[in-house]
């Protein structure tokens, strides 16, 4: 108890309807809060605050994509 614990979130969701794809650029590792945030479009992510480990560069289009169509599908119009 009391270790740390994380998770690895695909940025683009696998399967339908958004296909993406199992590569570590589609893959960020979060707390488990921040994932279950991510997977439902409540928060979004902004690029040039990842803090990213030398040899692991996300994909830009991965983030544009989850901000622009995974967030998008909450908006209320």
């Known amino acids: 108890m009391g270790g740390s614990y994380s998770e690895a979130h695909h940025i683009i969701p696998l399967g339908n309807p958004h296909?993406?794809?199992?590569?570590?650029?589609n893959i960020i590792v979060l707390c488990?809060?921040?994932?279950?945030?991510c997977d439902y479009g409540s928060i979004?992510?902004?690029y040039e605050e990842i803090n990213q480990v030398r040899?692991?560069?996300?994909?830009?289009?991965?983030i544009a994509y989850h901000n622009e169509t995974v967030c998008g599908e909450l908006e209320i119009e």
């Open 32 to 37: 488990s809060n921040h994932h279950v945030m």
């Open 55 to 62: 040899g692991h560069k996300l994909s830009p289009n991965s």
């Open 19 to 25: 296909n993406g794809s199992d590569v570590a650029e």
């Open 44 to 46: 979004k992510l902004n």
